[in-house]
């Protein structure tokens, strides 16, 4: 079976006080709740990295970084690497990100650069993939994310795909409190996970992990993660809140069966 894997992403949020705050409430409700068989990560700022990491010292939350530069290091002002990210404690980093992709205009191509420098430095990486409102209007969902998804493993070697796995993230479910449906999710999930067995076969896919994001929040955790091939949930405002983020991790143990407590 695949471990499940719940990760909060607090893009610009929180400050270093309030931001270890929460980790620390994170870091308590996970202990109380027999979450053992899942993978909890959260990101925090870069600036905060240190500090959220602190706080969690001893849990069993791991932190990753939202983002990374692709060059190991140089005269790339504002930018951080793959052993920055590291040498603050990383053990994840987000890549590819609709915010990244469509705010700060990330292509394809960079967010690949991204991924292979991410996996080179030894984190494990979140490849995040989804279509805008536009394009699922226009019949287009596979394409867009057959692109995205095709263009990020490119190059990858059948091993390095361990540390890879995928978050589907409708663009129009990001923020906006309309989530995908259970069914609209399972769909893209699955047509992700046929794309993975086309390029490394039914085991590497069986093996890799797809996470869904977009507006997702206690009440809707528990259907979303009851999808076969849901493995996992990238939470963006919910996991700001301590007790709707341990609320959405336990919903995902009893969707997962690895929980038997109510
Ligand atoms: P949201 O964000 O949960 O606030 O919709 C999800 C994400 O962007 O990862």
């Not at 992709?101 to 430095?121: N, P, Q, T, W």
């Not at 796995?165 to 409190?177: K, R």
């Not at 259970?182 to 069986?206: C, K, M, P, V, W």
């Amino acid at each position: 079976m695949r471990k499940p894997f719940v990760a909060g992403n607090w893009k610009m949020n929180t400050t270093n006080h309030s931001g270890m705050t929460l980790a620390r409430a994170v870091a308590e409700g996970c202990r109380n709740s027999m979450l053992e068989r899942m993978d909890i990560a959260v990101f925090p700022p870069f600036v905060y990295l240190r500090s959220v990491g602190r706080a969690l010292a001893d849990s069993r939350v791991a932190v990753g970084g939202q983002d990374l530069h692709w060059e190991q290091k140089g005269a790339f002002t504002g930018e951080i690497s793959a052993a920055m990210l590291k040498d603050s404690g990383c053990v994840y980093a987000l890549c590819g990100h609709s915010e990244r992709r469509h705010v700060m205009g990330e292509s394809d191509e960079i967010v690949h650069k991204k991924i292979l420098a991410a996996v080179a430095g030894g984190l494990l990486v979140v490849v995040c993939a989804g279509e805008l409102l536009e394009e699922r209007q226009a019949g287009r969902t596979e394409q867009v994310v057959r692109r995205q998804v095709e263009a990020a493993l490119a190059g990858l070697s059948a091993e390095k795909l361990g540390a890879v796995a995928f978050a589907y993230e409708p663009v129009w479910a990001i923020g906006t409190g309309k989530n995908a449906t259970a069914d609209q999710a399972q769909t893209a999930h699955a047509f992700i996970r046929g794309l993975i067995r086309n390029s490394y076969g039914s085991e590497a896919a069986s093996e890799t992990r797809i996470l869904y994001g977009g507006s997702v929040k206690p009440g809707n955790a528990r259907e979303l993660m009851e999808q076969p091939d849901i493995d996992g949930l990238l939470v963006g405002g919910a996991s700001l809140e301590a007790g709707d983020f341990i609320a959405i991790l336990e919903a995902s143990a009893h969707a997962k069966g690895i929980i038997n407590r109510e």
